[in-house]
C-alpha cells in the first residue's frame, strides 16, 4: 500500500503582517520609489516650516512691521505723517543752550566757534529757523527737519535739538494757543556732523519718522552754500535736480561777501566747495578727520535699521573719490 504524496504547504496570505506588505510595495522598483517620494514630502514639509518660522520670526523687508521685543513694535505713526512727501531742511551751525527766546541774539546763550562770532551770525541762524518754519506752514505735505549732531564738547546737546527748542520758545510755527502738543511736522536730525550728512540723513530721518521717502527736498541755509548742496551733495546721492531747492538766507554786510570767498577758493576751512569737488562723499583725510572732530561722544546713528534701502550709500566710500554711487536707491 502506497503512503500519499506529501502535499506542500504555504504559509497563508492572512498572516501577512500588514507592514511587510507595505515595506514591500514602498521597495518596490520603479523609477522614483515610493519611499523615495514620501522622503521627498517629508522634507519639503520640514523646509516650509523652518521658513515660515523664520518670516514670522523676523521683520519684514519695510522694516515696519513690530513683533516681540523688536524696536519697531514702538513705533507708531499718526496718519497724517504717511502722506507727506515734501522734506524742509535746516542744518545746523552751532548750539542754542538759552531759555528765553527773546534773548536769542545774545552769543552767550549758543555754543559758537571763534569764527562764529559777532558779524550777526546767530541772528542768521534764526532767520533759518524761521523761514523754514514759514516753508512749512505753507505746505501741508511737507516736513521740517533741523539737522546737526552733537558736535561740540562743551554741550550736551545737538545742534537739531537746539534749534528745535529754540523754534518752539519761538513760536515760529504759530501753533494755536490750546494746542496740547507741539507742532508735528518738526523734528530732528540728531547725527550728521558735516553738510553731506545733513542731506543724506535728512532724507533718512524723513523716512525713519513718516514711513516714507520724500518726492521734494529743499534746503534753508547759507546761500553761500548752494553750489555745494546743488552741485555736489545732491548729485552724491543722485537726487533728481528738478525735484531740489535751495533758499539761501545770508547775513548782510562784510563778513558774508568774505564767507563766500572762502566757501569757494580756501580750501583750508575744510568744509567748503573745493574739498567736497576732490571727495565727494567727505571720507577721506580732511574731511573725515573733520567728521572725527565733530563727534567727541561717539555717537552712531541708527539709519542702517530705519532706512535699511540707504545702507549701501551710507557706507559708501569709493577710492576713486570722484565716483558717484551707482548702487539701487528708492528714488532711483
Not at 79 to 95: D, E, N, T
Not at 148 to 170: D, K, M, N, V
Request: aromatic share 12%; with cysteine.
Amino acid at each position: 500500500m502506497s503512503l500519499p504524496s506529501p502535499v506542500l504547504t504555504r504559509r497563508p496570505f492572512r498572516r501577512e503582517s500588514k507592514r511587510t506588505l507595505s515595506v514591500d510595495v514602498l521597495l518596490s522598483r520603479s523609477r522614483i520609489t515610493n519611499l523615495a517620494v514620501v522622503l521627498l514630502a517629508g522634507i519639503t514639509a520640514l523646509s516650509l516650516l523652518v521658513n515660515l518660522s523664520y518670516w514670522l520670526s523676523s521683520p519684514s523687508s519695510s522694516h515696519t512691521r513690530p513683533f516681540g521685543n523688536s524696536i519697531f513694535g514702538t513705533i507708531s505713526r499718526p496718519r497724517a505723517l504717511q502722506g507727506l512727501s515734501h522734506l524742509v531742511i535746516v542744518p545746523g551751525h552751532a548750539i542754542w543752550e538759552g531759555t528765553d527766546a527773546s534773548a536769542r541774539l545774545d552769543e552767550d546763550n549758543w555754543v559758537l566757534e571763534p569764527y562764529q562770532r559777532d558779524g550777526g551770525r546767530v541772528e542768521t541762524f534764526f532767520q533759518h529757523i524761521a523761514r523754514g518754519a514759514e516753508i512749512v506752514r505753507k505746505d501741508e505735505s511737507a516736513l521740517l527737519v533741523f539737522s546737526g549732531g552733537q558736535t561740540r564738547a562743551a554741550s550736551t546737546l545737538t545742534e537739531a535739538e537746539s534749534y528745535l527748542r529754540l523754534a518752539l520758545a519761538a513760536d515760529v510755527f504759530k501753533t494755536p494757543m490750546y494746542s496740547t502738543q507741539p507742532f508735528l511736522r518738526a523734528t530732528t536730525e540728531n547725527h550728521a556732523l558735516d553738510s553731506y550728512q545733513n542731506l543724506l540723513f535728512s532724507v533718512a530721518r524723513f523716512h525713519e519718522y513718516t514711513g516714507n521717502y520724500p518726492r521734494r527736498i529743499t534746503v534753508v541755509g547759507y546761500g553761500m552754500k548752494e553750489e555745494r548742496f546743488r552741485k555736489l551733495h545732491r548729485m552724491a546721492i543722485r537726487w533728481p535736480e528738478n525735484a531740489f531747492e535751495y533758499v539761501g538766507v545770508d547775513p548782510a554786510g562784510e563778513s558774508n561777501a568774505l564767507a563766500r570767498q572762502g566757501e569757494v577758493y580756501y580750501i583750508s576751512i575744510q568744509n567748503g566747495y573745493l574739498p567736497y569737488s576732490n571727495d565727494l562723499y567727505g571720507c577721506h583725510s580732511v574731511l573725515l578727520d573733520k567728521r572725527r572732530s565733530r563727534n567727541p561722544f561717539a555717537r552712531f546713528h541708527s539709519y542702517y535699521t530705519s532706512s535699511a534701502a540707504l545702507e549701501d550709500l551710507l557706507d559708501y566710500c569709493p577710492r576713486d573719490q570722484t565716483a558717484v554711487f551707482t548702487g539701487t536707491l528708492p528714488w532711483s
